[in-house]
Each structure stands twice: as C-alpha cells, then as structure tokens.
C-alpha cells in the first residue's frame, strides 16, 4: 500500500516569524519518521524561507499555485522552473479559488498541471462542485469534466500527479464530507484514472475541505483516500500533527 500523503495549505495565511514558528513546532511534533509524506503549501514569496527551514527535514515543500506559461512577459506570476530553483516537490493546482477568483478554466488547469510535471513537480490537481451541482446531482459529471481535462492535456503522465477532492460547500465552512460521501466521489475519481492509466494505483487521491484532527482518522480510513489536502487546520500545529498521526 501507498503510504499516505497529508499536505497543508496555508492559502494567504503567514509571515516570516509566523512561519518560522508554525514549521518548528511541526518539526518538533513530527520527528524524523512521520506515519505519511508530509507537505506545506506556503504562499510564493515565502518559498525560499520555508526551502532553508525544511531542508533536510521530513517535510516536503509544496507552491500554491503555477503559471501556465513557460516564461517570459507575464507580470505576477511564477513559472514551475523558478519553483523548481527552491525544490518545490509539489504544486495545487486548479484550487477551487483560483478557479473562483482567478477565472481559471479546466484547460488552463490542466496547463498548468503540464507544466509542473514538465519541471518534475508533481501537480495536485484540485477538483469539486459548488452546493449548487451537488443539490442538482451533478456532482459526478463535474468532478469528471474536471478530471478529464487534466487527463486529455497529460496523456500517460497522468499517473504521476496527486488529485484532490475538494467540495467546494466544504472549504473552510467547517462542513465536512462525510467520509461515505467522500468515498463515493474518490471512487468514481478512481475508476476514471484506472481507464486512463494503467498504473493508476500509484496515484493519491487526497480529501480535502474542512478535515480536522476530530475527522481526519474517518475519513482516512476509507479506501480511496490516501490522504489530505488541509487549509484552515494547517495552521494549527497540534491539528495538524493529529492529523499526520491519524495516518498510522
Ligand atoms: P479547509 O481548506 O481545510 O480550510 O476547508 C482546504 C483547502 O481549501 O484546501
């Protein structure tokens, strides 16, 4: 089996001190053989920061977000090669407020998923649907639609990426999935990576979207979810580790 991987989000949350603090005290919870992989998704321009104080540590260091371009004239944003300069091991992509806020469409997800696997970053693609497509039941054909676009643009590396689950009506709203819901959604993301890659088993399918220390173990125990994709408590160290350990 796959060992689990728990990946924190710290969305636009931080500073220099915060950060330095919130990682210490990870460290010193987790010790040197965590029950997962463990990751922390900090905002860009505290990669470098958190790339010394992770080095050497336990803690892979993950981007929040790429630019679906190479390089050159594109103000603001940061490419997968400059993420690739301060080891960043994964990249979110396609979170559902950047899809919200940024008008960021499936195909540009999924370029941008192209460009973190072309620099060796493994992408974590985000996918959910809003309250209003699951109350419509369209919960499946969106997840779908979403996951296929990563799928089309990625061909057979499509086995190297992370995808995440992450009902939007979940996301910081202290909702939860319930972990029957969830499963059934990691199934049917399951099934659809198994018709398009034959080594589709390697792939973690996180959960996220309100997992706290108080359900992580829950939701984690169930079949297809090989971890967590975590915001709100990501921030919180005590949570956090719970939330590692729940992984054993
Ligand atoms: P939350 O956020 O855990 O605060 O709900 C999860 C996410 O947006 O990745």
Known sequence: MKRKLIAGN?????????NASLLQAILAGMGAAPACQVAVGVPALYLAQCHALLAGTAID?????????EAGAYTGEVSAGMLKDFAVRF???????????????????????????????????????????????????????????VIHANGHCI????????????????????????????????????????????????????MNA?????????PDIDGGLIGGAALKPQDFLTIIAACA
């Open 61 to 69: 260091l993950a981007a929040q977000d790429v630019s679906a371009h």
């Open 159 to 210: 086995s190297e990426v992370v995808v995440a689950y992450e009902p939007v009506w979940a996301i910081g709203t202290g909702k939860t999935a319930s972990p029957e819901q969830a499963q059934q959604v990691h199934a049917v993301l399951r099934a659809q990576l198994h018709a398009a890659s034959e080594h589709s088993d390697r792939i973690h399918l996180l959960y996220g979207g309100s």
């Open 91 to 149: 990249v979110i992509v396609g979170h559902s407020e950047r899809r919200q806020y940024h008008g960021e469409t499936d195909e540009i997800v999924a370029c941008k998923a192209q460009r973190a696997l072309a620099s060796g970053i493994t992408p974590i693609v985000c996918v959910g649907e809003t309250l209003a497509e699951r109350e419509a039941g369209r919960t499946d054909e969106v997840v779908k639609r979403q996951l296929a676009a």
């Open 214 to 222: 108080a359900n992580a173990a829950a939701l984690l125990a169930q």
């Open 10 to 18: 710290w969305k636009m949350n931080g500073s220099l001190q915060a």
